[in-house]
C-alpha cells in the first residue's frame, strides 16, 4: 500500500523562516492534482508567503493537526486542527505561521478548467538540498516531468554555476532569459549563485534590459 | 476585503452517501481545482464507501482524525492521524473507523484532464435535504448545478432520479429528456439498468425517452 505519514515524509526547510516542506505529490507520482504537505515548530512559517499569481492556481489548505493562523492579504484568521482555507483568487497573498507544536498543513492546488500540471519551483526546492553536481544531474533527469520554464533553467544555471560548470551554467541562463526575459534580469541581480559567471559577456548579455 | 473562505470540517453539514458519511467540501466551498471531500464515521463504520475509480483517475486520502483501517486492493492497512494513503487509479478501495469521530479527507482528479466532477457529491447534498423533508432546497441545489454546467449529461440525468424519488414525474422525464439530448450514448446504460427509474418504467412517456 502507498501509505505514509506526513511526518515520515522527506522534509526539506524552504526559506529562512522554519518552514518544512514535506512533498506528496513527488512522493506518490501523483499527476492528477497538487498536493503537498507543510510541517513547522511554533512561531516558524507553515505556508510560506506566496501568491499563485504566476500559475493561476486555485488553492485549499487544510490544517490536519495543531493550530496555525493564516494572513490573508494582510487579514489574519485563526485555524485550528479541522480548519479549511480555501482561496478562488490566485492573486491573494498568503502565508501561515504555526501556533501549536505538530502543526502540519496539508496543501491541494490546480488551474480550474485546465489539466494539471506540476509546478517547477518543486524541482529547484528539492534540488537545492543536494550537493550542486547532484543537483544538476537531478535536474537534468526530472525536468521534462515539468512544464518547460524560465525558473527551471535559472535553478540550473545555478546549480552549474556552482557546480563548476560556468558553460552549461550560461547555456541555461540564456535559454531562461529567453522565456521570461523580466524577471530572469530580477532574479539573476542578487543571486550569488551565479557570481561565477556574473563578469561574462554571455552573462551581461542575456541579464542586460 | 481578500477573498477566501474559512469553514472547519465539523461546521460542514454532513450528508449520507452509499453508507458513509459525507462532509461536502467540494461542494460547499465551490472547489474548482480537484475533488476535495471527507467522510466522518465512529468506530466501526464506513468511512469510505467500497469502490474503484477508473483509468486515469488518482485519490489520496488523509486521516485528519481518529484512526482508520484501509483496505486497498488485497491489503488492509491500519491508519493512524496525520497519515497519507495513495491509491492509484482502478485499485479497489475503502476504510471504516477504528475510534469514534474519526475524520479522513480525500483528493481526486484525472491525468490529463481538467476536474470536471463535482456531480456525485452534488447529488448527495441535494438528497440529503430531500429526505430531510428539504425538497425545495434539495431541488435548488440541483437547478443551480445546472445552470452552472448546462452540458452535463450526469448532472441533468442525476436531477432525473432525484426528481423520481422527490416523487415529480414529470420534472424527471424533462431531466432525462435533456440528459438523453446532451449525451445519449452515455445515457443508454443507465436508462437501461437504473433501477431508481423503475417508477418511470410504465409510464407512456418512458417510450419515447427511451426509444
Known sequence: MNIVHIDELELI??????LQWRPIRMRFGIRAFGTNAYTADVGNEVVEEHTEGNVGHEEMYVVI?????????????????????????PSVRRAAVAEEPDTRVLAIGAK??????PSAWELGFKASKMEPKEAVSYVEEHMDEYPESAATYFNLACFRALAGDPEGALDAIERAAEMDPDEVRKWSENDSDLDSIREDPRFKEATSA | MAEYNVVHLDEIERASYLGSNLIPVRYTLGFRAAGTNAWAADTGGQ???PHTEDAGSEEMYVVVRGRAKFTVGEEKADVPAGTVVYVPPEVFRTAEAEE??????????????PFDGGNWDTYAVADELRRGDRVEEGREVLRQAREDRPDSWAMAYNSGCWEVFAGNHDAAFEHLRRARELNADAVRPYLDEDSDLDPLRDDPRWEELTK
Do not use: Y
Open chain 2, 100 to 113: 469514534d469521530g474519526t475524520v479522513v479527507f480525500a483528493v481526486g482528479g484525472k491525468i490529463g484532464q
Open chain 1, 112 to 117: 480550474p478548467g485546465e489539466a494539471f500540471q
Open chain 2, 47 to 49: 468511512l469510505i464507501p
Open chain 1, 65 to 89: 493537526s495543531g493550530r496555525a493562523t493564516f494572513t490573508l492579504d494582510g487579514e489574519e484568521v485563526d485555524a485550528p486542527a479541522g480548519t479549511i482555507v480555501h482561496l478562488p483568487d
Open chain 1, 13 to 18: 526547510p524552504v526559506g529562512d523562516r522554519g
